[in-house]
């Protein structure tokens, strides 16, 4: 394995690191939660440097997952406004993701654009995110998505997704 990979004649550096191509894929988004990064999601596994092309790992949230097809896309096109053009996306199914994987910036990020983050470890209770009550009702096992479910606040009425604990 070589530790470089030589960027397209086009672009401005001659030569990429690991730390560069992180770099550009912080600004991947996850297209079902546009807020958080494939990395602070957990997704994003490995970038390995070949001699011919960059691989980067993936992994999915849930089995059949619908967003990965969009996220390999997403990855190769960020990769090549950035000039680089010979990039394997790899979807990998170790490890397993769960829930713990989400970074505290990804948590945040959740929960201020209103999805109630997962449950930590001492947790017991849904909180709004609109008004923080404890107050809340699940409505369905499935929200939006089907890692979301979906449930009611008892204090502001509004309705939010959570974000389903996955061990």
């Known amino acids: 394995m070589v530790k470089t990979v030589t960027n397209h004649p086009g672009s401005s550096d001659s030569a990429l690191t690991a730390a ?3 770099a550009i894929l912080a600004a991947v988004k996850d297209p079902e939660i546009p ?6 999601l957990g997704i994003l596994q490995h970038v390995k440097l070949e001699a011919d092309k960059v691989l980067v790992e993936i992994i999915p949230t849930y089995s059949g997952c619908p967003a990965m097809h969009a996220i390999q896309t997403d990855i190769k096109a960020a990769l090549l406004q ?5 990039v394997e996306v790899k979807l990998v ?7 713990d994987m989400i970074s505290e910036e990804g948590k945040a990020a959740m929960l201020a654009y209103g999805i109630a983050p997962p449950l930590g470890p001492n947790e017991r209770l849904i909180k709004c ?17 089907a890692c979301k479910a979906l449930y009611r606040c008892e204090s502001c009425l509004e309705p939010f997704d959570y974000f389903k604990c996955h061990a």
Do not use: M
Request: glycine share 6%; aromatic share 8%.
């Open 20 to 22: 560069r191509i992180y």
């Open 35 to 40: 807020v958080i990064s494939i990395q602070d």
């Open 82 to 86: 950035h000039g680089i053009t010979a």
């Open 93 to 99: 199914n170790s490890p397993i993701w769960t829930t």
């Open 129 to 145: 995110p609109q008004c923080k009550s404890q107050d809340t009702t699940l409505i369905s096992e499935f929200g939006s998505t």
